[in-house]
């Protein structure tokens, strides 16, 4: 039986930046050995100040008050009060930590083993040949495929999921007594995510690692945690037994982020925000019922698709990443596109966006087959289709303002004149809920939610027919998700858009999508209603999808 006694306790936690209010607030929790805690909340709220905190990892100009300890067998380590000299012992060795991005976390000249390795030398005495063997043991304990001749490849070489299996192994090689998992799954696939959470629980029932999970997915925190602490703005609004916290929420704020996730109950509805929580709108108010269109049958095809293939490389090395992809897309529908990554999701919206070759088949829009056009005309046909990006922040160029960034498409496709040009971008940025006069301001001025409506007025400024949402929301937190995908309910409504929807969440897909095409390989394996799909499966790739989703 594991011993209660915390391996980290904070108490009275506080940090601040200069002058101004702290951002963490007299924060207090305890995790014991073998034991979860998640911390969950909005970006901003402190989650991840706290994870650096304990790490010693707060970029300089922090100023931190309280305690925070970490006991370990016969030493109680003060963090708060360490030296240099002495987090190089601790970090790794005591305390490890998962990232939420492997691939930043990875160096990209070195082979995994090498910094698998690595981690294991700088805290005991072996020899590099037991290094390579243990390091080698390690790849195998993470589940990862032969490991002998993976140990010398480079984090490029591997995909997504194999890179943060590498990650957990640097992290709990040194079988440190605390682990903290920050964000760890949420760039991944349905069913790598469940692999993922599913190996670090194994991993931690076996070394009785305490860990503290950092997540916004609160069904992932649920699924996980044994308690759960929720932040906001820096204070602890609620702290208990995950079930307790989940079942019986006492905080309107908990409540809020609890309905603002999609279900299968508010599909056709408009999500719940959180500040319609804290606002204390009464509980017997239903979510408005969206006036969607319903027989998309009689629509008029705004694309089509029909044996579409993609094909990289020279024909010795050739790759098909699409293969005879045929679907059509009607007006003011949304067709959601599903799948692991490597399916070839992102390659289809790249064909459609002329970023990648197209080897065989027809794409038509508006009736207008795209083959063969004159590039002036495909320049013009193109206009009718636009792409939301996954991460605003990378899209949008941090040297413009927001208004000469929406305003830039129309000057170059000669819509109008860079001064009506700005007063259009305006126009735009008050349609997708931001005040016109933020448009003098850069893109870092804004937060992860409003940077991606800042997309998607960019997106709207030619005045397309079809927007391509690739993983548009996958990145944002619950509170956020919900406003974006109200946002694009109120535009496909009100402009009579059609989107294709491409996304890992097949909860998010099922909420907003009419139909759903699932890919394997390139190739499509199922397709139907958002229903019949997600809820009754035939295919065994599709019932694997949906089991690891947890739908």
């Given at each position: 039986m594991l011993s209660?006694?915390?391996?980290?306790?904070?108490?009275?936690?506080?940090?601040?930046?200069?002058?101004?209010?702290?951002?963490?607030?007299?924060?207090?929790?305890?995790?014991?050995a073998g034991k979860t805690l998640a911390?969950?909340?909005?970006?901003?709220?402190?989650?991840?100040?706290?994870?650096?905190?304990?790490?010693?990892?707060?970029?300089?100009?922090?100023?931190?008050?309280?305690?925070?300890?970490?006991?370990?067998?016969?030493?109680k380590i003060a963090l708060l009060r360490l030296s240099k000299g002495?987090?190089?012992?601790?970090?790794?060795?005591?305390?490890?930590?998962?990232?939420?991005?492997?691939?930043?976390?990875?160096?990209?000249?070195?082979?995994?083993?090498?910094?698998?390795?690595?981690?294991?030398?700088?805290?005991?005495?072996v020899?590099?040949?037991?290094?390579?063997?243990?390091?080698?043991?390690?790849?195998?304990?993470?589940?990862?495929?032969?490991?002998?001749?993976?140990?010398?490849?480079?984090?490029?070489?591997?995909?997504?999921?194999?890179?943060?299996?590498?990650i957990i192994a640097m992290a709990l090689c040194n079988r440190p007594a605390l682990v903290i998992a920050d964000e760890p799954t949420t760039a991944l696939d349905a069913t790598v995510q469940l692999e993922i959470i599913r190996l670090l629980q194994s991993l931690q029932?076996?070394?009785?690692?305490?860990?503290?999970?950092?997540?916004?997915?609160?069904?992932?925190?649920?699924?996980?945690?044994?308690?759960?602490?929720?932040?906001?703005?820096?204070?602890?609004?609620?702290?208990?037994?995950?079930?307790?916290?989940?079942?019986?929420?006492?905080?309107?704020?908990?409540?809020?982020?609890?309905?603002?996730?999609?279900?299968?109950?508010?599909?056709?509805?408009?999500?719940?925000?959180?500040?319609?929580?804290?606002?204390k709108i009464p509980e017997n108010s239903a979510p408005l019922l969206l006036d969607l269109p319903l027989n998309f049958e009689a629509a008029p095809p705004v694309l089509t698709l029909e044996k579409l293939s993609v094909v990289y490389g020279s024909e010795k090395n050739a790759f098909q990443a699409v293969e005879a992809l045929s679907f059509t897309l009607r007006k003011g529908e949304v067709l959601g596109l599903v799948g692991e990554s490597g399916c070839g999701k992102s390659t289809v919206a790249k064909a459609l966006m002329g970023l990648a070759p197209i080897s065989d088949g027809q794409i038509t829009i508006s009736e207008t087959h795209f083959k063969n056009l004159h590039s002036k005309t495909q320049k013009a046909l193109r206009r009718k289709l636009q792409l939301v990006f996954q991460d605003p922040a990378a899209s949008l160029n941090p040297r413009m303002t927001v208004l000469d960034a929406i305003a830039e498409p129309m000057i170059a496709h000669r819509l109008h004149g860079p001064r009506q040009a700005r007063i259009e971008a305006g126009k735009l940025l008050e349609r997708v809920g931001l005040p016109s006069i933020s448009g003098n301001k850069y893109p870092h001025e804004f937060s992860g939610g409003q940077k991606q409506?800042?997309?998607?007025?960019?997106?709207?400024?030619?005045?397309?027919?079809?927007l391509i949402c690739d993983e548009s929301v996958s990145a944002l937190d619950v509170s956020v998700q919900a406003q974006i995908l109200n946002l694009l309910q109120d535009l496909r409504m009100d402009m009579g858009l059609s989107y294709l929807f491409i996304s890992h969440d097949l909860q998010v897909v099922h909420y907003i999508a009419d139909r759903v095409l699932v890919m394997?390989?390139?190739?499509?394996?199922?397709?139907?209603?958002?229903?019949?799909?997600?809820?009754?499966?035939?295919?065994?790739?599709?019932?694997?999808?949906?089991?690891?989703?947890?739908?």
């Open positions: 209660q006694q915390p391996v980290l306790q904070t108490a009275d936690l506080s940090i601040r930046f200069g002058e101004a209010a702290p951002v963490v607030e007299h924060l207090s929790f305890s995790i014991a911390l969950v909340g909005e970006s901003g709220s402190g989650k991840s100040l706290t994870a650096l905190a304990v790490m010693g990892l707060l970029p300089k100009g922090a100023r931190v008050s309280g305690d925070i300890t970490l006991s370990v067998p016969d030493e002495q987090w190089q012992y601790v970090r790794g060795r005591r305390a490890g930590l998962v990232f939420q991005e492997p691939m930043s976390a990875l160096n990209p000249l070195m082979t995994v083993g090498s910094q698998l390795a690595e981690a294991l030398r700088q805290h005991t005495s020899s590099g040949k037991m290094a390579r063997q243990q390091a080698t043991e390690w790849l195998q304990k993470v589940q990862l495929p032969t490991p002998e001749k993976l140990y010398d490849r480079y984090p490029h070489q591997l995909s997504g999921g194999q890179k943060q299996r590498v029932a076996e070394t009785a690692t305490a860990l503290l999970f950092i997540t916004h997915d609160l069904a992932l925190a649920r699924e996980m945690a044994d308690e759960v602490l929720v932040l906001f703005r820096g204070k602890t609004l609620e702290y208990g037994p995950a079930e307790k916290v989940f079942c019986q929420p006492e905080n309107p704020y908990t409540q809020a982020l609890l309905q603002c996730r999609p279900n299968p109950e508010n599909k056709g509805r408009r999500l719940p925000q959180v500040a319609d929580f804290l606002a409506r800042i997309g998607i007025a960019r997106a709207l400024s030619l005045q397309p027919e079809i394997q390989a390139g190739k499509e394996v199922e397709s139907g209603t958002a229903d019949a799909v997600l809820y009754h499966p035939k295919h065994p790739y599709t019932q694997r999808l949906v089991a690891a989703a947890r739908l």
